[in-house]
């Protein structure tokens, strides 16, 4: 009831602002060519963002993955420009990409690409309806990596290896004692204790699950042969939200458990390190972007949709993770919009948001993707 | 001579020239305030019901699509695969978690609640009865996402002890084997916290009802000799029953609609896990599965099969509530 008021009072004002612009006419073209034009320099390091004129009111929503990102670059742009508003509400992919086709929201988040099957039970097809919808093809920007962590809970074991292999096994209930030779066999050196392993999973349908066993699933088919989906297919005990299992695991010795970064480091838990077959790699910002740049394009022109290679063998890339995009209309209804719209994304691919992230629990973009989202964005109208 | 029916001797002889028996001064003949009243609250009244139609013809129109399609026994089947095709979803862990939950909150808080009501009635003295009744009526304002944050981390820690007594002595029962969860998250845990959660509703009507024993009964059980016990036990306890009924059951609503608490505190089931009695393993109630998955509705058919549990859970209360009517109708009938 409160949304949906908030939400009436928004389009409101939007439509309000739809007329002013209409009246001041070509004026407002001049100045929402502007950001484009400082973004063209920008793209190549330093980025200040260029503040639309007048006062604008933006509406996302979508992934929670996302969440404390979008937060960050929405308090940075918005101290910047005092005449945006951006509300981004963080009620889950499902909801971000019902509410973007259903045109509720400006631009909506999601931890997956629109798809371009139909999914069971209903005949549409989230790309089409998008399209349709924006009456301009709808576009898959890429704008925040979040690594997901193996994560544990073991005193005086500070460093620990992982295998997808060791790793599927493990949330298969195969592996169930923490000083199992198969984990022994990665981890030469390290102390093992004899305790049970506790395994908890994601009990609410969540991308992070789908993600994780789509590493499981590419990386160690054999261990692993259940394919991706949002819901845990593995064994263990369910805990509701990324907070639910981080919680659980810091409160249980041999908890184990697959979270974001941030959450990971939040509850300071331990954080292995993946080998996928090139030796173990550290999460790190750098590994992350490293494992992004090998992702391929699976979208014509614009449309970024990525396709991450989560069995990748190449050496120091960190292969658990996922990509969050937000979703815009390639040519938006309302101007005014739009020229914010722009701006905001700009601001939020720059160089030095991004790094700003890796603070924050995400991964920056590699460049070469950075540059790839920000002519994109120039090409938004 | 007024009596507990309310109505007195007098009133029912007629004076010698005014209107019959119980007849008030054209009380209700058509006065405007009357018709107001009367058609406000008829409006309120038909308000109510129209309200659960709806909500009933929303549950069953959203759920029956989802339904017709389901390919395995929605009521005994413990499978839950929503997303793709074919579909599959029952409810027989939702069921038996929710009402294995709210029946063990009940047989605690119950007894409980009786008993501090009856306390704060009849033995605490004048200026501890009004802090005593105010400090449980607190309970009932503490929001449930605390319940459950204090379950998980406090409440939680020290359930191991109890969970290994009852599994040594009573392992032999299905209801108190082993499980393999985490005893901070077990049925029994949120049962415990349920019960807290559901102690002022029983208190605080069993209270009131309690309060209104004509003291006429009370003085004649003391006066043919009954102690405190024996007078409480023949005249508060069977003038307060269909009330203490009424409050439980009010009671048990809240503990089946629980979500948050639940949430928090029981750990999920994985898939395929082997189906068990015990009040030691996790599970996920009806409120908390569909509020746990709410923001994951990406299609019309998964958000189907939600609502199609989301009508048992309504269905449910609501047959619950109906024997717990009749049982009050039953009592009164009996002791009038």
Redesign the interface.
């Given at each position: 009831m409160n949304i949906q008021s908030r939400r009436r009072l928004a389009s409101v004002t939007g439509v309000a602002l739809v007329g002013t612009f209409a009246l001041s006419g070509c004026g407002s073209n001049n100045n929402a060519s502007a950001p484009s034009n400082a973004s063209s320099s920008g793209s190549g390091g330093t980025t200040t963002a260029a503040c639309p004129p007048g006062t604008v009111t933006l509406n996302g929503e979508g992934s929670?993955a996302q969440k404390n990102a979008i937060e960050q670059a929405i308090t940075d742009f918005q101290n910047t420009c005092a005449g945006a508003t951006i509300n981004y509400a963080a009620?889950?992919?499902?909801?971000g990409?019902?509410q973007f086709i259903g045109g509720q929201v400006d631009f909506g988040g999601s931890d997956s690409a629109l798809s371009e099957k139909a999914?069971?039970?209903?005949t549409s097809i989230e790309q089409t309806s998008a399209n349709k919808n924006c009456g301009s093809p709808a576009w898959n920007l890429p704008m925040v990596t979040g690594p997901i962590t193996f994560a544990y809970n073991l005193k005086g074991v500070n460093k620990l290896i992982m295998t997808p292999a060791v790793a599927a096994k493990i949330f298969n209930g195969v592996i169930t004692k923490w000083n199992d030779p198969a984990i022994a066999a990665i981890n030469t050196g390290v102390t093992l204790p004899a305790e049970p392993i506790?395994v908890?999973?994601r009990?609410?349908?969540?991308g992070t699950t789908d993600n994780f066993t789509k590493w499981l699933h590419a990386a160690a088919p054999m261990d692993w042969p259940a394919a991706n989906?949002?819901?845990?297919?593995?064994?263990?005990?369910?805990?509701?939200q990324s907070t639910?299992v981080a919680?659980?695991v810091k409160?249980?010795e041999g908890g184990v458990t697959y979270a974001e970064w941030s959450f990971a480091k939040d509850d300071k838990l331990g954080i292995a390190q993946i080998d996928n077959g090139a030796g173990p790699v550290e999460l790190t910002g750098a590994t992350v972007g490293k494992s992004v740049n090998t992702a391929k394009q699976v979208g014509v022109g614009n449309d970024l949709k990525l396709k991450l290679d989560y069995a990748t063998k190449e050496a120091g890339a960190y292969p658990i993770l996922l990509v969050t995009y937000e979703l815009v209309c390639s040519k938006a209804k309302d101007p005014a919009k739009a020229a914010v719209l722009k701006a905001f994304l700009k601001s939020f691919v720059a160089p030095a948001e991004q790094t700003k992230l890796q603070d924050i629990g995400y991964a920056p973009l590699p460049e070469a993707v950075q540059a790839k989202v920000a002519s994109a964005i120039d090409a938004l109208s | 001579m007024p009596s507990i029916t309310g109505v007195a001797a007098v009133d029912e002889i007629p004076g010698p020239e005014g209107p019959g028996p119980l007849r008030g001064d054209r009380a209700s003949t058509g006065q405007l305030g009357d018709r107001l009243f009367g058609g406000a609250a008829r409006g309120a009244g038909l308000l109510v019901i129209a309200l659960v139609t709806l909500i009933a013809v929303f549950l069953l129109s959203q759920a029956l699509p989802?339904l017709a399609?389901d390919k395995v026994n929605f009521l005994t089947s413990t499978q839950w695969?929503v997303?793709?095709?074919p579909?599959q979803f029952g409810i027989a862990n939702l069921l038996w978690v929710t009402v294995l939950c709210s029946a063990i909150a009940m047989l605690i808080a119950v007894p409980l609640g009786v008993g501090v009501a009856l306390f704060i009635t009849q033995y605490a003295p004048t200026w501890l009865s009004w802090p005593a009744a105010s400090l449980v009526d607190l309970l009932a304002a503490v929001p449930s996402i605390v319940y459950g944050l204090w379950g998980?981390?406090v409440l939680g820690?020290h359930m191991g002890g109890l969970q290994a007594i009852l599994e040594r002595l009573l392992g032999w029962f299905p209801l108190f084997s082993g499980a393999g969860?985490?005893a901070?998250?077990t049925i029994l845990t949120v049962a415990l916290v349920l019960s807290i959660m559901v102690l002022p509703i029983v208190t605080a009507l069993s209270r009131e009802v309690f309060a209104q024993t004509p003291s006429s009964h009370k003085d004649a059980a003391l006066a043919l000799g009954a102690t405190r016990w024996e007078m409480i036990r023949t005249a508060v306890l069977p003038f307060g029953k269909p009330g203490v009924i009424s409050a439980s059951m009010l009671g048990l609503g809240r503990a089946l609609g629980e979500t948050v608490a639940v949430?928090?505190i029981l750990?999920?089931?994985?898939?395929g896990?082997a189906w068990s009695w015990s009040m030691f393993n996790?599970g996920?109630t009806f409120a908390s599965k569909i509020a746990?998955?709410a923001?994951?509705?990406?299609?019309?058919?998964?958000a189907?099969a939600f609502m199609a549990a989301g009508l048992v859970l309504f269905l449910l209360t609501f047959v619950v509530n109906a024997i717990a009517r009749i049982v009050i109708e039953r009592q009164k009938a009996f002791i009038e």
């Open positions: 929670s009620t889950g992919s499902g909801a990409v019902k999914k069971a039970g209903s506790k908890f999973f009990s609410d349908d969540s989906a949002k819901k845990w297919s593995g064994k263990g005990e369910g805990k509701p639910g919680t659980a409160n249980t | 989802a399609k695969n997303d793709g095709t579909l998980l981390q820690p969860i985490d901070s998250s949430m928090v750990s999920a089931l994985a898939d896990t996790g996920e746990n998955n923001a994951e509705f990406d299609s019309p058919q998964k189907g």
